[in-house]
């Protein structure tokens, strides 16, 4: 399948529907290909702005798509916008369902222990076709007996919840160890878990979910300013392109 890519401060993004993205790694997954998925938000291209090595990280995924509405919105600034979000956490609920109906091996990493033991709890009630072949959360010093652990189980996918950057600069280390889909999620182990809620489909749906964390969290404040930031920054360099 060829793609369009709509290029974002200097980041290919593909231009696809949650649902072409989907069939694309559930075909991937089938012929047991090895690919790196970034769903980004405009944080994570902000801070890839400023570090070259993990800039370099996120152009070597194979997938990155597009999980922040910042990003979409940025995306209006050029020719030919993007279509729609591909968030993280829908794309892990429906891999998950997808490896409970063709019983695929999984591995989890990341996450508090306390997380990641509901994970796995809610994962065997409610996904009892998934072969859970093994979990660590994400606290750990020596990332090589977890990377011998993945050699040896060979899993078909692997969900990294350790946020960003640890969790792509991790992929991109270890991901030749093993044939498979290899993914950050960042805090999707929490709310999967329920020790993080969501925000409500009304605020998912007019796309105001970053409102909704920051009413629940004000913490948070600091990490959405970087958000007019990217915008004015979006803004400029395709100013500069029409030149």
Do not use: C
Request: overall charge positive; cysteine-free; proline content about 5%.
């Amino acid at each position: 399948m060829k793609y369009n890519f709509v290029n974002i401060l200097g980041f290919n993004f593909l231009n696809v529907t949650k649902s072409q993205f989907l069939k694309q790694v559930e075909e991937d997954l089938l012929q047991h290909q090895n690919r790196f998925i970034i769903t980004a938000n405009p944080e994570i291209i902000m801070f890839a702005r400023k570090n070259p090595n993990y800039a370099k990280i996120v152009r070597s995924a194979d997938y990155l798509v597009p999980d922040g509405i910042g990003i979409v919105k940025a995306s209006k600034f050029t020719k030919t916008p993007l279509t729609e979000r591909v968030t993280g956490y829908d794309v892990f609920t429906e891999l998950m369902q997808w490896a409970n109906e063709h019983h695929s091996k999984a591995y989890f990493l990341g996450g508090k222990p306390a997380v990641i033991k509901k994970v796995v709890h809610k994962v065997h009630h409610e996904h009892p076709g998934i072969n859970l072949v093994g979990y660590h959360d994400g606290y750990f010093k020596d990332s090589l007996p977890i990377i011998d652990e993945i050699k040896e189980l060979q899993p078909e996918i692997v969900f990294v919840a350790t946020g960003f950057p640890k969790q792509e600069e991790f992929i991109a280390k270890y991901r030749h160890f093993t044939p498979a889909i290899w993914m950050g999620i960042g805090g999707s182990f929490d709310v999967y878990a329920g020790t993080v809620k969501r925000a409500p489909e009304f605020w998912q749906k007019h796309n105001v979910e970053w409102l909704y964390r920051l009413l629940s969290d004000p913490k948070r404040i600091k990490r959405q300013i970087v958000l007019p930031i990217f915008m004015m920054e979006a803004f400029k360099a395709n100013k500069k392109k029409e030149k």
